[in-house]
């Protein structure tokens, strides 16, 4: 069975870069059709889409965290990572990654991990 | 980009019916899939393609969708059903982007 396991820190210093990864394990992330996502919900609020990535590399990102996000994969460790530069306290929120499937739904979410932008 | 707009919360008694609506202009394009998130766990499909249920899913829960509006309804709420769930759709600008609905927290009483 497929799981998804998001790992980094969980304290990140406001205008530092976010860095976070999720390890798949259970099946290869180069496995067509499907896209590998990042998902947050900052403290008592909603879900926000963050972005995709196939496993050929190509990437797909919310247009208003666009010019902040990289998302990569890793075939060769099958993972894939996000990064969001430049954080503030806004970017404060668990954050799970997630398979897409070829209905363009999230089948499979990993536990999430919080983390926290602060000085 | 397109939003997707839903009751803040909504209660219902055990074992009676309730309706999860989900509004937005991509609804008219696109089926809404929807998310139930307890406190402290990730989220679980619960609904796609309008109305599909992932393995495991009860029968009580059921998708549909007429104009720009998509609704969860879920038939004999239960006690374990009270929760925040979430419709997401494919952004109607930008069909590699997906947009999540508010959120609705449904307290079942």
């Known amino acids: 069975q497929l799981q998804l396991q998001e790992s980094g820190p969980g304290l990140v210093k406001p205008s530092e870069t976010l860095s976070l990864t999720c390890s798949v394990s259970?099946?290869?992330?180069?496995?067509?059709?499907?896209?590998w996502d990042w998902i947050r919900q900052p403290p008592g609020k909603g879900l926000e889409w963050m972005g995709s990535v196939y496993w050929s590399g190509a990437t797909y990102y919310k247009p208003s965290l666009r010019s902040r996000l990289a998302i990569s994969v890793d075939t060769s460790k099958n993972q894939f990572s996000l990064k969001v530069n430049s954080v503030t306290a806004a970017d404060t929120a668990v954050y799970y990654c997630?398979?897409?499937?070829?209905?363009?739904?999230?089948?499979?979410w990993g536990q999430g991990t919080m983390v926290t932008v602060s000085s | 980009s397109s939003e997707l707009t839903q009751d803040p919360a909504v209660s219902v008694a055990l074992g009676q019916t309730v309706r999860i609506t989900c509004q937005g202009d991509g609804l008219r394009n696109y089926y809404a899939s929807w998310y139930q998130q307890k406190p402290g766990q990730a989220p679980v499909l619960v609904i796609y393609?309008?109305?599909n249920r992932p393995s495991g899913i009860p029968d009580r829960f059921s998708g549909s969708s007429s104009g720009n509006t998509a609704t969860l309804t879920i038939t004999g709420a239960q006690a374990e059903d009270e929760a925040d769930y979430y419709c997401n759709a494919r952004d109607s600008s930008n069909d590699h982007n997906y947009v999540f609905g508010t959120g609705t927290k449904v307290t079942v009483l």
């Open positions: 997630a398979r897409m499937d070829m209905t363009h739904v999230f089948d499979i």
């Open positions: 259970g099946g290869a992330i180069s496995r067509s059709p499907y896209y």
């Open positions: 393609d309008r109305n």
